[in-house]
Structures are given as structure tokens and as C-alpha cells.
């Protein structure tokens, strides 16, 4: 099976510009998650969709970033402005139904590397 | 606060040797727990999941372990090859998604 796709793979912006990374999950998986994993850190949750609504987005800083999973199938993750300390990879990942959450595991993308200067 | 702990520092091993990573957690009582590989430039790969009732769970040479009294489970490697070096990352489910640890470095030396 296909794997989760991401674009672009990397970009370089200045800090207060505008940026946005997509995401295609695998065919079939109701629940998607963005998440930020900064150089020598693991990955931390920003947002979780369960099929095109949002089901936590309490770590979304929500005055620069902002999520959409408007059909329930991809999803576009947006900084707006940019920060010197949204430097880190953004990884899109999906699982089955949030009821599965516990028997599966995450499929995760490649990411997009996003350096602010 | 809510806390996952794994060792910071690279584990370096030679190759046939068993390697044993460490995940520790405080404030959290989770019956799941998972370990994931990331390897440089990649997304993390999920290897095994174990419930807080299976206390050891097998998959070819890995092996993890579950220990809900200590908060702590180990991840074992039997037999390492170079091909294992990587990094490994615990990760539980205090809510409704996913939280990871920091990850720990393992290198195998030939």
C-alpha cells in the first residue's frame, strides 16, 4: 500500500513569511495528525483530525498555525507568520479509526524540514 | 507534570550483542505503550505495541518488555547488526494521541 505523502520535502522561508506543508494519508485512514519534532527532540502533537473534524488541537499555536482536512482525505498544515522557532521537521501521520488508536500503530510521512531564517 | 524519559545519551554496541534501551515515565498510567524507529530524514516506523497486562512482547529479534509498577519499559535488540543503528522512541497514549520520548541513538558497530 501506498505510503502517507508529503510535500514539499524541505523549505527555507524568512521568519514573518507564510508557509504550508501537505499532506496525503493512506486510503482508508480515518485519523490524521500533524506533528512538530524539533532537532534532537521527539515528535510532539500539534493537531488530530478524526476524519474531517478536529479532535485535539490544544498544542496548535493558534495565533500562527493553523490545520484543514476539509474532505476528510488531505490535510494542509499553515504558519502564518513564521518564527525563528518553527525551525523542525513537520510530520503528517494517520491510523485507523480513533478506536483502533491502541491496537495500531501510526503510519508516518517523510516529513517537510522547515528552516525559518 | 507528565513526564517520558529515554536516554539521551547514544548507545553504542558491538555487533551480536544484545542492545537494551530504557523508556521511563512519570504521571502517566497508560495501558498501552509503543516503540517507534526513526532513521535520519525519515518519519518514525512503528515496530511493536504492548498492553500494561502483556508484560514482555515478541517480534523476531526485538523484544519489549512492560512494567507498570516501575513505569518503565525496556526494548531489547538480540543479535544487533549495523543495520539497527538508529533512533528508537517510546511512546504512550495518556489522551487521545500519541506522546513520545525524546528517543535514544543506538549504533552498532561492526
Known amino acids: 500500500e501506498a505510503g502517507v505523502a508529503q510535500s514539499p520535502r524541505y523549505k527555507i522561508i524568512e521568519k514573518r513569511q507564510s508557509v504550508a506543508f501537505w499532506c496525503n494519508p493512506i486510503s482508508g485512514h480515518a485519523t490524521l495528525y500533524w506533528y512538530q519534532q524539533i532537532l534532537g527532540q521527539g515528535p510532539k502533537l500539534l493537531i488530530q483530525?478524526?476524519?474531517?473534524?478536529?479532535?485535539?488541537d490544544s498544542q496548535l499555536p493558534k495565533d500562527r498555525f493553523s490545520a484543514e482536512r476539509l474532505k476528510g482525505v488531505d490535510s494542509t498544515l499553515k504558519i502564518q507568520p513564521a518564527k525563528l522557532e518553527d525551525s523542525a521537521v513537520y510530520l503528517c501521520?494517520?491510523?485507523?479509526?480513533?478506536?483502533?488508536?491502541?491496537?495500531?500503530?501510526?503510519?508516518f510521512g517523510s516529513g517537510t524540514r522547515l528552516t525559518v531564517v | 507534570s507528565q513526564k517520558i524519559e529515554q536516554n539521551s545519551e547514544a548507545l553504542n554496541i558491538q555487533e551480536g550483542k544484545t542492545a537494551t534501551l530504557t523508556c521511563n515515565y512519570t504521571n502517566y498510567s497508560p495501558a498501552y505503550l509503543q516503540w517507534y524507529r526513526q532513521d535520519p530524514g525519515r518519519g518514525p516506523v512503528f515496530l511493536l505495541l504492548?498492553?500494561?497486562?502483556?508484560k514482555e512482547k515478541r517480534k523476531e529479534r526485538l523484544k519489549v518488555t512492560f512494567d507498570t509498577t516501575l513505569k518503565q519499559s525496556l526494548f531489547h535488540i538480540t543479535a544487533s547488526q549495523p543495520a539497527d543503528s538508529a533512533t528508537y522512541l517510546c511512546?504512550?497514549?495518556?489522551?487521545?494521541?500519541?506522546?513520545f520520548g525524546s528517543g535514544t541513538r543506538l549504533q552498532v558497530q561492526p
Open positions: 511512546a504512550l497514549v495518556p489522551r487521545r494521541a500519541l506522546t
Open positions: 483530525f478524526q476524519n474531517n473534524g478536529v479532535v485535539d
Open positions: 504492548i498492553r500494561e497486562n502483556e
Open positions: 501521520a494517520s491510523s485507523l479509526a480513533f478506536r483502533d488508536r491502541n491496537n495500531y500503530g501510526y503510519t
